[in-house]
């Protein structure tokens, strides 16, 4: 599934090799977070004191097989800018790391 999205970019990938993105999708700070307010609300009926805020996202990791790692930054930037992130409500951030 990910060698397609990964060819269009012109790469194809080598086999044994694996690149990791690690992926983090947050609301925007202007947001309500009505998730985060009930989980908040959650760990106070827990007993526990002193938390502020809660806010609630997304994490996503995704594998990708070769060794091209602005291949695989690219892809993710695609990824993460067409498919996981509301760009009008969320925010997101990534780490891409190969493993070899």
């Not at 090799?17 to 992926?23: C, K, L, V």
């Not at 805020?53 to 091209?68: A, I, L, P, Q």
Request: aromatic share 4%.
């Amino acid at each position: 599934m990910m060698k397609s999205a990964l060819v269009i970019h012109g790469w194809i990938p080598e086999r044994g090799a694996m690149i990791h993105s690690r992926i983090h999708v947050t609301l925007r700070p202007s947001i309500l977070d009505p998730q985060g307010k009930a989980v908040s609300h959650a760990i106070g009926t827990l007993g526990i004191a002193g938390v502020s805020t809660v806010r609630m996202g997304k994490y996503v990791e995704v594998t990708f097989e070769g060794n091209d790692v602005a291949a695989a930054r690219a892809a993710t930037e695609e990824i993460c800018r067409k498919l996981l992130a509301n760009p009008v409500m969320e925010d997101y951030r990534f780490e891409v790391e190969n493993e070899g």
